[in-house]
C-alpha cells in the first residue's frame, strides 16, 4: 500500500513538471489579452513595476537676470525711493525680489513706476520704465520694459516667457520630462505715449522725420537692424538727430 501510494505520488510529481509550459498561465488569461488589445493604454489603476521614472527638471529661469544686482526702485506711490538693495525681476510672478537683512521680500511690479540696476558683472545701468505708461494699439502695457536708448523716441525691450510643457509619454517611453523655460525678445518704440514694436527696416525709418537720412545711415554703418546691439545704435543717432 506504501509502495502504490509512492508510484503515485512521484507520477503526479513527473507529470507536474513534464506540464509546464513556456508561458505561464497568468500571461494567457482572457483579461491580459484584453489590456494588450486595448487602444486607451494605461488605467489609473495600473500599477508599474521595475525601476521608477527619474523627475523632470525645469530647464531654463523665471527672471530677466539670473544674478543680483543692486538696484534705485522708483514708485508710483508718493514718488518714493527704494536704494541699494540687491534684486531680480521674477518675469513669471511680475514681481521684483529684494534681498534684505530680513530675507527675500516681493514687490508687486504694478507698484514701480520706474527702475535702474547696474549689473554686478559689468557694472553696467540698466534702466526700466513701466509698461503701464504706455499704450500698445490702444491697450494698457503692463510689466517691466528695458529702456535701450532714451530720448524723444526712446527703444524699449519686452521680454516674456514661453514655457514648453514636458512631452513625456509613459507608455512609448519617449518624448522629454522636461520642463523648459524660453524668453522671447519684443522691440518697441514709443511716440506720444504709445508704442509700436519694430520688426524690421519699415517700422525703423517709420519711426522718424528723417527716414532717408536713418537708412543711408545703417547702409554706410553696415548696421544688422536684426540685431539688438544694431538697433540701439540707429535709435541713438534718431534721438541725436531730434
Not at 494605461?42 to 529661469?61: A, E, H, K, M, R
Not at 494698457?140 to 516667457?161: C, F, H, M, S, Y
Not at 514655457?163 to 518697441?188: C, E, M
Not at 522725420?209 to 553696415?222: F, L, N, R, W
Request: hydrophobic share 40%; net charge neutral.
Amino acid at each position: 500500500m506504501k509502495f502504490y501510494l509512492l508510484v503515485v505520488t512521484t507520477f503526479l510529481f513527473q507529470s507536474e513538471v513534464i506540464a509546464q509550459w513556456a508561458i505561464p498561465t497568468q500571461m494567457r488569461a482572457e483579461n491580459t489579452l484584453d489590456r494588450l488589445s486595448d487602444k486607451g493604454g494605461l488605467s489609473n489603476s495600473d500599477i508599474l513595476y521595475g525601476i521608477p521614472i527619474p523627475p523632470g527638471n525645469v530647464v531654463g529661469d523665471y527672471y530677466f537676470d539670473k544674478k543680483w544686482n543692486n538696484a534705485t526702485i522708483l514708485l508710483y506711490q508718493s514718488e518714493t525711493m527704494i536704494e541699494g538693495y540687491p534684486v531680480k525681476y521674477d518675469l513669471h510672478g511680475d514681481m521684483i525680489e529684494i534681498k534684505s537683512s530680513l530675507g527675500i521680500k516681493v514687490l508687486d511690479v504694478r507698484k514701480i513706476k520706474n527702475m535702474v540696476w547696474i549689473d554686478s558683472l559689468t557694472s553696467a545701468p540698466h534702466y526700466f520704465v513701466n509698461g503701464a505708461e504706455y499704450k500698445i494699439e490702444g491697450v494698457q502695457g503692463n510689466g517691466l520694459l528695458e529702456v535701450l536708448a532714451d530720448g524723444k523716441t526712446p527703444l524699449l525691450k519686452r521680454d516674456q516667457l514661453y514655457i514648453k510643457a514636458p512631452t513625456y509619454n509613459v507608455a512609448l517611453d519617449a518624448g522629454s520630462r522636461d520642463t523648459k523655460i524660453f524668453h522671447q525678445f519684443s522691440y518697441f518704440y514709443a511716440k506720444d505715449a504709445e508704442l509700436y514694436k519694430i520688426k524690421g527696416k519699415k517700422e525703423i525709418l517709420a519711426a522718424t522725420d528723417s527716414p532717408a537720412v536713418i537708412e543711408e545711415y545703417i547702409k554706410s554703418e553696415k548696421i544688422k537692424v536684426n540685431k539688438e546691439s544694431g538697433l540701439i545704435k540707429v535709435f541713438e543717432y534718431i534721438n541725436k538727430l531730434q
